[in-house]
């Protein structure tokens, strides 16, 4: 038995008379085989092609990936895209509250120098889940950009505290799970300010971050008041800066060694006549008073007797002072 073309109309019933209307299909170009993927095609063109949209329906936000760009980077970027054009498109994903409104994904250095030019941004348009942008914004970042250390912690941080989950994070910065541990950790122990005032710090790797972040740690350190005691200045390179603040913290721990290797001139009690009672030596850590066994052995045995006693009344006598003033 012949087949029948599936594109071609059925044979009309028989007896009736032929209809030269019948002879052309009902659906010139149905949905299915060869059109459908033809309809595929034009579709995934028509996604990754670049728009022209204009920069004031485009709005920023959402979890940043690099540390606040200087006003000089994005004047500098915008006097390159004025010479040159905007070489590399940014991308964006519709705003499903906000008909006609995009949010960027990647590219916010470029975004700004755009809205500074008042030109319309090439823009490639995703929609675009939370998760999938945030993939598509650590993937091309990492790969395009190269961000240090401490702007994919402040990153993988940020992602955390949003409610990412831990695969997402991992697969949106190319960590794993030990990774993803230190950089969170340095990213809550360093003050944001102070990470702000340092920068991106390209040139300081892990390792350098994790031991300040370990001596922060460890001796439960005032980084932030360390750090406001210094002058950081935007024209120092951003690791100079790191340098400056680690050389002050270890010039802070330093400290309370050289105090005990110089420690206080000792106190001398001396009665009217001459006798000596007692002797107070003040350190970094403790006040000591020792008693004479030769010029008043009678006294320093009743002061052991009577120490607790003693030096309890002598307490609660401050106490009371304390709290009249």
């Given at each position: 038995m012949a087949r029948r073309n599936l594109f071609q109309p059925p044979p009309p019933p028989e007896g009736s008379a032929p209809d030269s209307a019948s002879k052309e299909p009902k659906t010139r170009f149905p949905n299915t085989g060869a059109m459908s993927g033809v309809k595929s095609t034009l579709k995934d063109l028509s996604s990754n092609a670049v728009r022209d949209i204009a920069v004031e329906v485009i709005e920023e936000g959402g979890p940043k990936d690099r540390l606040s760009f200087s006003d000089a980077d994005v004047a500098a970027l915008a006097e390159s895209i004025r010479t040159h054009g905007q070489q590399v498109p940014i991308m964006v994903r519709p705003i499903p509250e906000k008909p006609g409104y995009y949010r960027v994904v990647y590219g916010r250095r470029r975004l700004r120098a755009l809205k500074q030019l008042g030109q319309p941004a090439k823009a490639l348009v995703r929609s675009l889940n939370d998760q999938?942008?945030?993939?598509?914004?650590?993937?091309?970042?990492?790969?395009?950009?190269?961000?240090?250390?401490?702007?994919?912690?402040?990153?993988?941080?940020?992602?955390?505290?949003?409610?990412?989950?831990?695969?997402?994070?991992?697969?949106?910065l190319a960590i794993d799970k030990p990774m993803l541990s230190r950089m969170t950790k340095v990213a809550r122990t360093i003050p944001q300010e102070v990470i702000q005032q340092i920068g991106s710090a390209h040139g300081i790797g892990r390792r350098r971050w994790e031991e300040l972040a370990d001596r922060v740690r460890s001796h439960d350190l005032d980084l932030t008041g360390i750090v406001a005691r210094l002058t950081l200045t935007e024209d120092a390179p951003s690791d100079a800066r790191f340098g400056q603040v680690a050389d002050a913290v270890g010039r802070h721990l330093k400290a309370p060694a050289s105090e005990s290797q110089a420690p206080s001139p000792a106190l001398s009690i001396t009665l009217?006549?001459?006798?000596?009672?007692?002797?107070?030596?003040?350190?970094?850590?403790?006040?000591?008073?020792?008693l004479s066994k030769t010029e008043t052995p009678e006294f320093a045995r009743w002061m052991r007797e009577n120490a607790e006693a003693e030096l309890t009344r002598l307490y609660e006598a401050w106490r009371s002072d304390q709290k009249t003033d």
């Open positions: 999938q942008a945030i993939l598509a914004q650590g993937q091309e970042n990492s790969q395009r950009l190269d961000p240090s250390f401490i702007e994919k912690a402040l990153f993988a941080t940020e992602l955390a505290d949003t409610g990412y989950t831990q695969p997402v994070i991992l697969d949106a009217s006549d001459g006798t000596r009672v007692a002797e107070i030596k003040d350190s970094a850590r403790s006040l000591t008073v020792k």
